[in-house]
């Protein structure tokens, strides 16, 4: 049995709540879902107009500035991050510390982390100044890590970052340039990723923002609080679904199952067995990220020139799942997860990246909460409180 009494602190009740399913665990003034209509919007502006009108490093600076950057901040914005694409030579010596096989993402928390031991006289998180520089440190150095953690998969070389390019596009050579040849940059690539990584820019307290929170809640230094981030977007259930997709894409055509049989499979709860990329903590309706996603999917893989079947197993899937008495009855949609990868894919991204860009396109949201988090005075290091129910009181042995 459980004793209250001992339980009641300041507030005289603890709640008891797997998951945080009900419970808030902050006040934030960045991100706005509404999940039972479909709405996401950051900082007020639906997502819908920014995708049509904005950018990445536009949004990521709304997210964390509050408003709407003016074309000399965004300009001077754009410039800083360029300025600090560099990473020192001595990080790279960590590449090669970790096997050929390490998951992308494993070296991309590991990096950020290692990140941290350069600038540790620069990081006091209550140093407005220091917060400032490792913001742009982390959004430009971010990206160069993560596609080194790709040409490191493949077994090539790294490339220095071309400051001359844009974001996206300096990011996309470093992953698919080739030292010896010239790089050129496709327009359609540019703007899908641009639009890829915007949509995922943020998502107010979900797993790995929460992690953010809560690490940095302790007083730790950025570049500790976004790599523990990292690490909680990896888990199949979080940002890991965008790899997950495609393997279960993958396996049904391999496999020749049909679909209709998959999705029994998935309603009998077979061991293992879901729909990923379907259901959402927060979405009861469709995720207004994926309705962009699917639309940018046919429109990219066209302008590509990619035909890919997947694409096709994808939509007969998501069509057979919505008419399903199973997942009308849970109200399950497919989520910004499901479509991603196809696109991904035919950038020419493998699999295992997949997260990866997931991670660099939250970013921007990680470094504003934490900010948020951090400059907010009813901040308290995260703590919850538990409910016993191990054993009473007992005596060791001869005692
Ligand atoms: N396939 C089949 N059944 C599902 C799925 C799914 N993808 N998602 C939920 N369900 C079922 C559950 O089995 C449960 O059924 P029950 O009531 O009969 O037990 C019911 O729907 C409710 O699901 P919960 O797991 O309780 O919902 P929760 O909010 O805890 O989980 C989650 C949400 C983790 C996203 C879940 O829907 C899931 O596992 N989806 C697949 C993984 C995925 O796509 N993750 C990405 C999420 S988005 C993001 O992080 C970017």
Same mark, same amino acid.
């Given at each position: 049995?459980? @004793? =209250? ?5 300041q ?13 808030a665990?902050?006040k934030s003034a ?11 919007? /950051? ?25 709407l950057?003016?074309? $000399? ?7 800083r ?5 560099l990473?020192h030579?001595?990080? *790279?010596?960590?590449? %090669?510390?970790?096997?050929?096989t ?9 990096a950020?982390?290692a990140l ?11 140093n ?7 913001t742009?440190r ?7 890590i &993560?596609a ?17 390019? $844009?974001?996206? @596009?300096?990011f ?7 030292m ?9 690539m540019?703007?899908? !990723? ?10 107010e307290?979900?797993?790995?923002? $929460?992690? =953010? ?13 976004i ?13 890991? &679904? ?6 279960? !894409? ?7 199952? %049909? =679909?209709?049989?998959?999705? #029994?499979? =998935?309603?009998?709860?077979? #061991? ?25 999917a046919?429109?990219?893989l066209?302008?590509?020139?990619? %035909?890919?079947?997947?694409?096709d !197993?994808? *939509?007969e ?10 997942? *009308?009855?849970?109200?399950? /949609? ?9 696109i ?5 991204f ?6 990866v ?11 504003a ?20 129910t ?10």
């Amino acid at each position: 049995s459980i @004793d =209250v009494a001992s339980l009641t602190r300041q507030t005289g009740h603890t709640t008891l709540d797997y998951g945080f399913v009900n419970t808030a665990s902050t006040k934030s003034a960045i991100t706005y879902i509404d999940g039972d209509q479909g709405i996401l919007r /950051y900082r007020g502006y639906p997502i819908e107009q920014l995708a049509k009108n904005s950018t990445y490093l536009e949004v990521a600076w709304l997210l964390i500035y509050g408003e709407l950057p003016s074309a $000399s901040e965004l300009e001077s914005f754009d410039e800083r991050i360029r300025r600090h694409t560099l990473l020192h030579e001595d990080l *790279k010596s960590l590449f %090669s510390a970790l096997p050929p096989t390490a998951h992308p993402m494993s070296v991309l928390s590991a990096a950020t982390a290692a990140l941290s031991t350069y600038y540790e006289s620069e990081s006091d998180p209550h140093n407005p100044e220091h917060v400032e520089l490792n913001t742009v440190r982390m959004l430009a150095k971010l990206p160069v890590i &993560a596609a080194y953690a790709h040409k490191k998969s493949i077994g090539q070389a790294f490339l220095y970052p071309d400051n001359k390019l $844009s974001f996206v @596009d300096n990011f996309l050579k470093l992953n698919f340039g080739v030292m010896s040849e010239t790089y050129e940059s496709n327009p359609v690539m540019t703007k899908a !990723l641009d639009l890829l990584l915007m949509l995922h820019a943020d998502h107010e307290q979900n797993a790995s923002t $929460s992690t =953010v929170r809560l690490v940095g809640s302790t007083g730790a230094n950025q570049f500790a609080s976004i790599s523990a981030g990292i690490q909680a977007l990896s888990g199949p259930l979080h940002g890991g &679904a965008n790899e997950a997709v495609l393997q279960m !894409l993958g396996r049904i055509r391999d496999s020749g199952e %049909s =679909v209709e049989r998959f999705v #029994e499979r =998935v309603k009998n709860k077979e #061991e293992g067995v879901k729909l990923m990329g379907f259901g959402h903590r927060v979405y009861k309706n469709y995720d207004p990220r994926a309705k962009l996603v699917k639309e940018a999917a046919d429109e990219v893989l066209e302008a590509l020139g990619v %035909s890919d079947p997947l694409l096709d !197993l994808a *939509k007969e899937l998501e069509q057979i799942a919505l008419e399903d008495d199973y997942f *009308k009855a849970r109200r399950l /949609y497919p989520n910004v997860d499901f479509y991603t990868g196809v696109i991904y894919k035919a950038m020419g991204f493998p699999t295992r990246m997949f997260t990866v860009l997931f991670a660099i396109g939250r970013l921007p949201g990680w470094l504003a909460q934490w900010r948020e988090a951090i400059t907010d005075p009813q901040t308290k290091i995260g703590r919850p409180q538990q409910l016993y129910t191990g054993a009473a009181v007992r005596n060791y042995p001869g005692v």
